[in-house]
């Protein structure tokens, strides 16, 4: 099961790539101040 697991790695992978582009897209609206908690 090699195949299904790749699978789900990729998901993750796909999510978390998601997560980091909703992070930055926050940071540049929020006028792109730095903000003390990452």
Do not use: I
Not at 2 to 12: D, M, N, P, S
Not at 17 to 35: I, T, Y
């Amino acid at each position: 099961m090699q195949g299904g697991a790749l699978e789900v790695r990729t998901e993750l992978l796909s999510h978390t790539f998601q997560c980091e582009r909703f992070k930055l897209a926050n940071a540049v609206a929020d006028g792109g101040k730095q903000s003390p908690a990452t």
